[in-house]
Nanobody
């Protein structure tokens, strides 16, 4: 079983920056996990934003955040970060950290079994 706790959300003006943190604990059967950041705005479906495998492999971003967001991790602290720069009002959403066992072969929400409670990001 895996637990995830997000932090770092808040309110910023357009063009500003925020760094989200996701502290994860517990293990999966294979001890290899994919950690993803997702977001959900009011009235919209939850969408994957970025993923990173815990073994330090290739990261993935959706097109709308490429070159603005960076996902990274500190394995010593079991923490995954999402650095968000050049924020836009359309980035406003509840941001969730999630985990799935194995490789980062999907960013679909239904493939991620473990979820945090979310942290709010507001850009206005």
């Amino acid at each position: 079983h895996v637990q995830l706790v997000e932090s770092g959300g808040g309110s910023v003006q357009p063009g500003g920056s925020l760094r989200l943190s996701c502290e994860h604990s517990g293990n999966t059967h294979s001890n290899l996990m994919c950690i993803g950041w997702f977001r959900q705005a009011p009235g919209k479906q939850r969408e994957g934003v970025a993923t990173i495998p815990t073994n330090g492999g290739i990261t993935y971003y959706i097109g709308s955040v490429k070159d603005r967001f960076t996902i990274s991790q500190d394995n010593a602290k079991n923490t995954v970060f999402l650095q968000m720069n050049s924020l836009k009002p359309e980035d406003s959403a509840m941001y969730y950290c999630a985990a799935k066992e194995g490789y980062c072969d999907s960013i679909e929400t239904f493939h991620f079994a473990y979820w945090g409670q979310g942290t709010q990001v507001t850009v206005s």
